[in-house]
């Protein structure tokens, strides 16, 4: 069974920071590209950052651009985000995804195909 | 500028079916496309991919009342025998050269 845990997340000040994690299970995380997405409250999805199976990319929405940072460690199957210099506007619950990657045609999908339960971050002063 | 849109909201009568669509923005009406379900205080949920010729491949268990279909560059997500727990938030995904992207979303109301 697929499956992608998030922790990390909680209440920081204006300013600070926090580093979220992802920990998968079920797949072969190293040949998989994943995905960061918030939800606001009273929001809708919203982008947050995409890292290739292997680093060939990191990409982040303009929102949280030069802020925060993706990785991960396919060793220990996890991905994570490290928020910093936190805004208000951040808060939010983040979702971590797999893309689905592949359907046997030879064309990659960068399309989210299985997702985590989320966790809260609450940036207020 | 790539842009997904879709209507606010929705509603329909249990038992019934509805159409929630998604509209790409001139120039990529060949894009694929995610359905997701967001139900309050859930994680989402995959629901299936749509490419431009309106095959589509759904996520682990979803049920057959979910469909999808393509025309132009609408995309089409129908849902059918309409039950309660349907009653959700339904977002569609694309992406393009260095973004991930989502509609604002459809409210769907069970009536």
């Known amino acids: 069974e697929v499956q992608l845990v998030e922790s990390g997340g909680g209440l920081v000040k204006p300013g600070g920071s926090l580093r979220l994690s992802c920990a998968v299970s079920g797949f072969n995380f190293r040949t998989y590209s994943m995905t960061w997405v918030r939800q606001a409250p009273g929001k809708g999805l919203e982008w947050v950052s995409s890292?290739?199976?292997?680093?060939?990319?990191?990409l982040y929405a303009d929102s949280v651009k030069g802020r925060f940072t993706i990785s991960r460690d396919n060793a220990k199957s996890s991905l994570y985000l490290h928020l910093n210099n936190l805004r208000a506007e951040d808060t939010a619950v983040y979702y971590c995804?797999?893309?689905?990657?592949?359907?046997?045609?030879?064309?990659?999908?960068?399309?989210?195909?299985?997702w985590g339960q989320g966790t809260q971050v609450t940036v207020s002063s | 500028q790539l842009v997904l849109t879709q209507s606010p909201s929705a509603s329909a009568s249990l038992g019934a079916s509805v159409n929630l669509t998604c509209t790409l923005s001139s120039g990529h009406n060949t894009y694929a496309i995610a359905w997701h379900q967001k139900r309050p205080e859930k994680g989402p949920r995959y629901l299936m991919k749509?490419?431009?010729?309106?095959?589509?491949n759904k996520g682990d268990g979803i049920p057959e009342r979910f469909s999808a279909s393509s025309s132009g560059a609408e995309r089409f997500l129908t849902i059918s025998s309409l039950q309660s727990e349907d009653e959700a938030d339904y977002y569609c995904q694309t992406w393009g050269t260095d973004l991930r992207l989502f509609g604002g979303g459809t409210k769907l109301t069970v009536l």
């Open positions: 749509v490419d431009s010729d309106g095959s589509h």
């Open positions: 890292i290739g199976s292997k680093n060939s990319f990191l």
């Open positions: 995804g797999r893309d689905l990657g592949t359907d046997g045609s030879g064309f990659y999908y960068f399309l989210v195909d299985a």
